[in-house]
């Protein structure tokens, strides 16, 4: 097993970068604006979830209906905002142990790339100075399905030309974890057990992280 996996695919927000916090302000911004007030708590409730679905939650909070076109409008809006925000980004915003293992990973040949549904992917990569760390970028301008569904996890795939099931997927979400299995890919899940199902491996982090204990680690759990 050690040698079949041929690819590493990665999502972006909670497992290379947390932007979670400035999508968090402008959806926060966002309610302010309606005349209510969106919590932390409320927030948790948008984690893997599309723009617009995300945009339906915040206004059930805020008990508000409205039609399609002023939704688009608001969604737009507070992606403008979210865009000011991570325009701010720096390199060292990288979470703790990610450039680290991403030069491993580089140096073992094993070929990577982005799987996101976020359309600012390809800003954020390069306000982190990363761009050039993926063979494969997939973003929400290449795919039309949203996780659980395994499209942008098999685009990587395909555009890095590994099969499937030779690849890992790392993913902080719960959706992210369904997609890579409905998609016939290993899976390592980022950052709590108590909120993560259904990976093949579990890691906190990157931070004291290696390809070798990844890979081993793995191949044990499907043994």
Not at 97 to 117: H, M, P, W
Not at 190 to 219: C, Q, R, W
Request: proline share 4%.
């Amino acid at each position: 097993m050690k040698e079949k996996i041929k690819a590493f695919l990665f999502d972006l927000d909670g497992v290379i970068v947390d932007t979670a916090k400035y999508h968090y302000l402008a959806w926060k911004r966002l309610a302010a604006e309606l005349g209510f007030d969106f919590s932390e708590e409320h927030n948790e409730r948008l984690k893997g979830v599309s723009r617009m679905r995300s945009l339906e939650i915040l206004l059930e909070v805020g008990n508000i209906k409205l039609p399609h076109d002023e939704m688009e409008r608001l969604a737009a809006k507070k992606n403008d905002w979210y865009v000011e925000y991570i325009k701010q980004l720096r390199p060292d915003e990288i979470l703790p142990g990610v450039q680290r293992f991403l030069d491993e990973t580089r140096s073992r040949n094993i070929k990577t790339a982005i799987g996101s549904a976020s359309k600012n992917t390809p800003l954020i990569l390069e306000r982190l100075n990363i761009s050039g760390y993926f063979d494969a970028i997939i973003d929400g301008t290449k795919v039309s399905k949203a996780k659980p569904d395994p499209e942008v996890f098999l685009k990587g795939a395909e555009e890095l030309g590994i099969k499937p099931e030779e690849c890992i997927v790392f993913e902080d979400a719960q959706a992210g974890i369904e997609a890579a299995k409905n998609g016939n890919m290993y899976c390592v899940a980022v950052g709590s057990p108590e909120n993560l199902t259904g990976a093949d491996y579990l890691i906190p982090g990157f931070k004291t992280m290696t390809v070798d204990t990844i890979l081993h680690n793995v191949t044990k759990a499907i043994l």
